[in-house]
């Protein structure tokens, strides 16, 4: 179809004219925006209570075909002038796994630290002093007034905000194109006015507010679900319980309590083996947040425990073969198929290493998504309760942290290889709070009596001994 000069003109006309319109209303409603929030304008530093459900991975559940959600607490403080926060946040894990993390950031340091004791112990973990930045923009999200900031900052309105009406529904879409060309989607209701939700195309994320309230004497969402990376369920269902003003951060939070004082080693990539018993080695970095046992059997090895990725595979393999160069990694056992023991195991598969674990286990890594393309690389042979193999005695126990989840016991050493069961964090610390499947596993080693000598924790501790078995034992349980 030709188009004459007159028909050329009147388009240009039209569109000039439309979008010079839409540029105004998006002028008129961003105004309009900055004077309903006006009172929230000031705000420098201020203190959000907030609890939520989040999406356990399914490969972090008791079973891996029924994922379940953990239940969150979480107190924050921020100081957006002085680059100051303070958080602690509760966490409750399958089986009644306790974490009470504190982490804050000040002037000169951002640390990490553990009230329960159960993971890190009076130990303290060195945070980047960017920190700040991550956590207040996570934060921020929380708060329907705070999420808008960066919206009613543009200068250049008419250009880098396209105004949509949906008059029928009552509805204001807002399309900000960022300064990083990344658009950002608002929708909100006109009367009355108030954000409905946020689109973040960019990095995957939209979060519903609504259950609109006045708390403090602020008036905002307490109710905010988020969607992660496509997610068709809630990643995390949110509500917010108390919001307050600040002056500044009580300075009490921004520094460590008494008694924690060591700043813990980071991991690093320089594995060192050690003999242990007869023909049985640790491997493990100066961190031990990695713990792997193998055993040499004549001409064949036996390793127990995969580290969470290939690269880590890669290294524990390597490490073996500096020791044994002549020897063969012929299997490798794994106790539950939790993500983090069972997504380094491809790197001992391809050297073809047979996967030794319990028929739940051997199922669910079938089913394992990362390894859909390679499953048919795999052998396995499974375990049974109290199986006896090359001097190791295998239990298979039904636990509240994985549908089955087994041990390895070391019957002329009187070592156990475990992960998960009794988890106790580097200095031996007691947990206040030990989850109810720790106390089961105590009793059952009690009940078998099994001389024990040493506990290697695939986690943190690789030589729990008795004496402290027995003293976690009489920890609260969940």
Same mark, same amino acid.
């Given at each position: 179809?030709?188009?004459?000069?007159?028909?050329?003109?009147?388009?240009?006309?039209?569109?000039?004219?439309?979008?010079?319109?839409?540029?105004? #209303? %998006?002028?008129?409603?961003?105004? *309009?925006?900055?004077?309903?929030? /006006? !009172?929230?304008?000031?705000?420098?530093? +201020? =203190?959000?209570?907030?609890?939520?459900?989040?999406?356990?991975?399914?490969?972090?559940?008791?079973?891996?075909?029924?994922?379940?959600?953990?239940?969150?607490?979480?107190?924050?403080?921020?100081?957006?002038?002085?680059?100051?926060?303070?958080?602690?946040?509760?966490?409750?894990?399958?089986?009644?796994?306790?974490?009470?993390?504190?982490?804050?950031?000040?002037?000169?340091?951002?640390?990490?630290?553990?009230?329960?004791?159960?993971?890190?112990?009076?130990?303290?973990?060195?945070?980047?002093?960017?920190?700040?930045?991550?956590?207040?923009?996570?934060?921020?999200?929380?708060?329907?007034?705070?999420?808008?900031?960066?919206?009613?900052?543009?200068?250049?309105?008419?250009?880098?905000?396209?105004?949509?009406?949906? #008059? %029928?529904?009552?509805?204001?879409? *807002?399309?900000?194109?960022?300064? /990083? !060309?990344?658009?950002?989607?608002?929708? +909100? =209701?006109?009367?009355?006015?108030?954000?409905?939700?946020?689109?973040?195309?960019?990095?995957?994320?939209?979060?519903?507010?609504?259950?609109?309230?006045?708390?403090?004497?602020?008036?905002?969402?307490?109710?905010?679900?988020?969607?992660?990376?496509?997610?068709?369920?809630?990643?995390?269902?949110?509500?917010?319980?108390?919001?307050?003003?600040?002056?500044?951060?009580?300075?009490?939070?921004?520094?460590?309590?008494?008694?924690?004082?060591?700043?813990?080693?980071?991991?690093?990539?320089?594995?060192?083996?050690?003999?242990?018993?007869?023909?049985?080695?640790?491997?493990?970095?100066?961190?031990?947040?990695?713990?792997?046992?193998?055993?040499?059997?004549?001409?064949?090895?036996?390793?127990?425990?995969?580290?969470?990725?290939?690269?880590?595979?890669?290294?524990?393999?390597?490490?073996?073969?500096?020791?044994?160069?002549?020897?063969?990694?012929?299997?490798?056992?794994?106790?539950?198929?939790?993500?983090?023991?069972?997504?380094?195991?491809?790197?001992?598969?391809?050297?073809?290493?047979?996967?030794?674990?319990?028929?739940?286990?051997?199922?669910?890594?079938?089913?394992?998504?990362?390894?859909?393309?390679?499953?048919?690389?795999?052998?396995?042979?499974?375990?049974?309760?109290?199986?006896?193999?090359?001097?190791?005695?295998?239990?298979?126990?039904?636990?509240?942290?994985?549908?089955?989840?087994?041990?390895?016991?070391?019957?002329?050493?009187?070592?156990?290889?475990?992960?998960?069961?009794?988890?106790?964090?580097?200095?031996?610390?007691?947990?206040?709070?030990?989850?109810?499947?720790?106390?089961?596993?105590?009793?059952?080693?009690?009940?078998?009596?099994?001389?024990?000598?040493?506990?290697?924790?695939?986690?943190?501790?690789?030589?729990?001994?008795?004496?402290?078995?027995?003293?976690?034992?009489?920890?609260?349980?969940?």
């Amino acid at each position: 179809m030709k188009l004459n000069l007159v028909t050329i003109i009147s388009m240009l006309v039209y569109v000039t004219f439309t979008s010079c319109a839409h540029a105004k #209303e %998006a002028t008129e409603f961003i105004a *309009l925006l900055k004077k309903h929030y /006006e !009172n929230t304008s000031s705000i420098k530093a +201020f =203190s959000l209570t907030h609890s939520y459900l989040g999406r356990s991975d399914p490969y972090q559940s008791w079973d891996y075909k029924a994922p379940s959600r953990y239940k969150a607490f979480k107190v924050t403080d921020i100081d957006l002038e002085k680059k100051h926060y303070y958080q602690n946040v509760v966490h409750h894990f399958t089986g009644g796994l306790f974490y009470d993390e504190v982490h804050f950031q000040n002037n000169s340091e951002s640390l990490r630290y553990e009230r329960n004791g159960i993971a890190l112990g009076k130990g303290v973990i060195k945070q980047s002093m960017t920190s700040f930045e991550r956590y207040k923009n996570l934060t921020l999200m929380n708060l329907d007034f705070f999420a808008v900031r960066p919206l009613l900052a543009e200068a250049d309105v008419g250009d880098k905000i396209n105004f949509q009406l949906d #008059e %029928a529904a009552g509805k204001v879409t *807002l399309i900000h194109q960022t300064s /990083e !060309n990344k658009p950002i989607e608002y929708v +909100f =209701s006109q009367s009355p006015l108030r954000l409905l939700s946020i689109n973040n195309k960019a990095r995957k994320r939209i979060y519903i507010y609504d259950n609109y309230r006045t708390n403090n004497g602020y008036h905002f969402a307490h109710s905010l679900v988020k969607y992660y990376n496509g997610d068709a369920k809630p990643s995390f269902i949110t509500r917010m319980e108390k919001f307050e003003v600040l002056e500044q951060i009580d300075q009490e939070r921004l520094t460590l309590p008494e008694g924690y004082n060591t700043i813990l080693p980071e991991r690093n990539s320089m594995l060192s083996s050690r003999e242990i018993a007869t023909d049985l080695y640790l491997i493990t970095d100066s961190s031990a947040i990695t713990n792997t046992l193998f055993k040499v059997n004549g001409d064949n090895i036996m390793v127990f425990g995969a580290p969470t990725n290939n690269k880590s595979s890669e290294r524990a393999i390597n490490t073996i073969y500096d020791r044994f160069p002549n020897k063969k990694i012929n299997a490798v056992y794994i106790t539950h198929p939790y993500s983090d023991h069972i997504a380094g195991l491809l790197p001992y598969v391809e050297r073809g290493a047979i996967v030794y674990a319990d028929e739940y286990t051997i199922e669910a890594i079938k089913a394992f998504p990362r390894f859909s393309k390679v499953i048919n690389k795999f052998s396995f042979e499974t375990l049974t309760h109290e199986q006896m193999l090359d001097g190791v005695r295998f239990y298979v126990l039904e636990n509240s942290r994985s549908k089955r989840q087994s041990f390895a016991y070391f019957e002329q050493s009187g070592i156990i290889y475990q992960s998960d069961f009794l988890e106790v964090a580097f200095d031996n610390t007691i947990a206040e709070l030990l989850p109810n499947y720790s106390k089961q596993f105590i009793t059952f080693v009690r009940n078998k009596k099994l001389e024990v000598s040493r506990i290697v924790g695939h986690h943190r501790n690789n030589n729990i001994s008795p004496e402290i078995m027995d003293k976690s034992y009489h920890a609260n349980t969940m």
